[in-house]
């Protein structure tokens, strides 16, 4: 191949055949490059000024050019100008620039097709730290920074490296580009800037650490106004002001039908994902944590939103105002205040007519979130076969709720309600699981027209049959230690976490630790091995005693532990003194009266009484910084036993009723040593005799008797043997 090496003629007008001529030459300003021309510019470190903004290295009405830079840095002045222009070209290749910086673009390429860009470096141009950013601004208001392409079609950038500017590629009324393995992180402004673009494949960038010094939320990793099916894969866009925002306002009959797949938008101060005035979009596999929102996809219509990861984030995991016809499947969605939020908001220009409804919600696991589903004002929300479970509140409705259908879910240890209609239409809830099937037990966790006349019924009946509870009669001896669970909740869907710690302990086996990056009421919950129910009958404790340590920046600012019972009924018992704070850096035990005093004022919260306790809650607040919080020891005295005293197994005995719990029907067996008066006596709680199975004198032995509850209401009773001096008592549930 001929090289002609020309180091001084700022044009060259040569023609050659179909064949590339390779050039070497030096840079200068105003350097033109014909057709038919492979330039390798002469390794060195240039400082050129774009005087005339025009473009240091130029492309014009040309094709079949390769640019090759390798080892070469090019300094521009004042970040004004452009390294390299190309205009109206088709077939241009440019790579292997060590560096072109300190331009308003490295590259600037309006009105072409066939462009290549890899393996360059370009960062380092403008850039702004802060001020407003209007994203519905076209090219003749660009921001500066990386590549610029204007008009173009069938390009790519690829394998190159551009920080540190405002945008990093910005894209404007392009169609069918790749930008793919690029870097574009700790840019200000945009990692990709899209506007009316098309049909592109954006994937495997890093986007990272877009953000800005003033307003976040106008800044982010990936910028998308008007532009639609587009493929998004694979992109890192954590730690950005927003990971994607897409907009669509006053165009929202165009479809976007949009694909984003596997893209990480974690750690963002405003949005992940933000989708509005949207239609058509796709977001499958993507990871939506840590931000302020996870999804934020108001007045957007016919999304999906599939097997996605949102977790921890501030304020909602998805959050959509006066969208329609939207489906979510199989996402996991944890930790956050409200998890999916669904309303419809005030009106406003061009869009009255939107109103929020017709969702399905399916397979999905919302655990762990103040509330799971909340919609208001929505109507036609579907939920089907969704796990709903540990959350504060399962799924909340109110306003003008309307046709909604609850079908094939399941919910379980949702701590105040699994179901909330405050609306004045009815729910249908029929053939979900509630994790036991006594209908009370049920009913307590369920709002609607017998808490409250003005409001709607959810008709939860027929429930998935499932089998009995397993009760748990006794509270453990120590609440803090395995197998034992509990949950932890943040209420500005801060990370936090429980783990057993076998290290840092009071008692036994392990203390419960809590980790928080929260400040805001950060509540622990206990619940009993497995699937079991706690039903403990507390009336003859008189203390709960607990040992705490805590490790945190801020001194606690309240504290508080909750004793309560399915039914939403509870005690309060607030202190009034820094216990926590007492307890920094070393381990301080408390005995908290069940009854109240000064230092644990109790009020009473709801239908609550000490024979019928189902958890106990911890809560704790800093009202600014995270904490770690050691809980250990946690145990009710006098300790309750099933068993009195003096018990002896295998002599003088009295054992479980079989089967426990019971309907209508339950075998007693006991021993007795001595020929003596035997009696068999069945108590309700409040002391009252409602059965007598044996009065009369047995000799030695081992005998069964029969009690019969169907005249009994379902609820816990005691049953009594008494032979000479001695006495055994043991409870027994009756479920109806």
């Known amino acids: 191949m001929k090289q002609i090496c020309l180091l001084s003629l700022p044009y060259i007008f040569l023609v050659f055949g179909p064949a590339y001529a390779q050039v070497s030459l030096r840079l200068q300003d105003d350097l033109q490059i014909p057709s038919n021309t492979w330039v390798k510019i002469v390794p060195d470190t240039y400082r050129i000024n774009d005087a005339n903004s025009d473009g240091i290295l130029r492309v014009a009405n040309a094709r079949n050019v390769i640019i090759d830079g390798d080892s070469v840095a090019l300094h521009g002045a004042a970040f004004a100008g452009y390294g390299i222009a190309i205009e109206n070209s088709d077939s241009v290749t440019i790579r292997n620039f060590k560096a072109v910086d300190s331009m308003f673009y490295a590259v600037r390429i309006r009105h072409s097709r066939h462009i290549a860009i890899t393996n360059c470096n370009f960062s380092n141009n403008k850039r702004d730290d802060v001020g407003y950013i209007d994203v519905w601004t076209d090219a003749s208001q660009a921001l500066g920074g990386g590549v610029l392409m204007d008009s173009c079609a069938l390009s790519s950038v690829s394998s190159s490296v551009m920080n540190h500017s405002n945008d990093g590629i910005a894209l404007y009324y392009c169609d069918s580009i790749a930008v793919a393995d690029n870097d574009l992180s700790w840019n200000t402004g945009f990692g990709v800037r899209m506007y009316w673009t098309n049909h592109c494949s954006v ?341 709960l005693i607990v040992w705490y340590r805590a490790s945190n920046s801020n001194p606690f600012q309240a504290h508080s532990v909750c004793i309560g019972n399915e039914s939403g009924g509870y005690f309060s018992y607030e202190a009034t003194s820094d216990v926590l704070t007492n307890a920094v850096g070393t381990w301080r035990q408390y005995m908290i009266p069940l009854s109240g005093d000064a230092t644990w004022q109790r009020t009473t919260h709801g239908a609550v009484s000490f024979s019928s306790i189902s958890y106990v809650q911890v809560h704790a607040d800093t009202w600014d910084s995270g904490f770690t919080l050691w809980i250990d020891g946690m145990s009710f005295y006098p300790p309750p036993n099933d068993v009195a005293e003096g018990s002896q197994p295998g002599e003088f005995s009295l054992s479980q009723n079989y089967p426990n719990p019971f309907n209508p029907t339950t075998k007693i067996q006991f021993t007795i040593v001595d020929r003596q008066l035997t009696i068999v006596n069945v108590f309700d709680l409040v002391g009252r005799e409602v059965a007598t199975l044996v009065n009369e004198v047995k000799d030695p032995g081992t005998y069964t008797v029969q009690l019969d509850g169907s005249n009994l209401a379902s609820g816990m009773y005691i049953y009594r043997l008494e032979a000479g001096d001695r006495q055994i008592s043991r409870r027994m549930l009756l479920l109806k």
């Open 203 to 543: 994937h495997d960038n890093n986007c990272s650490h877009t953000n800005r010094l003033t307003d976040q939320s106008d800044c982010g990793a990936i910028l998308m106004i008007i532009s639609n099916e587009n493929s998004i894969e694979r992109n890192d866009l954590t730690y950005s002001g927003d990971g994607i925002f897409l907009g669509q306002y006053m165009h929202h009959s165009i479809p976007n039908n949009n694909y984003f797949a596997y893209n990480d938008g974690s750690y963002s101060p405003h949005n992940a994902f933000e989708a509005t005035f949207a239609s058509g979009n796709v977001f499958k596999h993507n990871t939506a944590n840590h931000s302020d929102y996870g999804f934020w996809l108001g007045y957007s219509f016919n999304t999906v939103v599939d097997s996605n990861e949102v977790n921890n984030n501030m304020t909602a995991g998805i959050a959509i105002d006066r969208g329609f016809h939207n489906s979510f499947r199989g996402d996991t969605i944890a930790g956050n205040p409200i998890g999916i939020w669904l309303w419809e908001g005030g009106e406003i220009p061009y869009y009255s007519d939107f109103d929020s409804h017709d969702y399905m919600i399916a397979q999905c696991i919302l655990t762990s979130n103040g509330a799971g589903i909340s919609a208001s004002n929505t109507e036609q929300t579907t939920l089907r076969s969704d796990s709903i479970a540990y959350n504060a509140n399962g799924v909340h409705c109110d306003g003008f709720a309307n046709n909604d259908a609850f079908s094939g879910c399941s919910f379980f240890r949702n701590v105040q309600f699994h179901i909330e209609n405050l609306s004045t239409n009815d729910i249908a809830a029929s053939g979900n699981s509630f994790g036991t099937n006594d209908s009370a037990l049920i009913e307590g966790k369920i709002f609607d027209r017998l808490d409250d006349p003005s409001r709607g019924t959810v008709s939860w009946k027929p429930f998935l049959a499932g089998p009995p509870p397993v009760f748990q009669l006794s509270p453990p001896a120590d609440l803090a230690e395995p197998p034992s669970t509990w949950t932890v909740y943040a209420s500005d869907g801060r990370s936090t976490t429980a783990a057993w710690d076998s290290t840092q302990k009071k008692s036994g086996s392990a203390s419960l630790r809590v980790d928080t990056q929260s400040g805001f009421d950060v509540m622990a919950q206990f619940w009993p091995e497995g699937t079991k129910v706690a039903a403990w009958d507390l009336s003859g404790a008189t203390h």
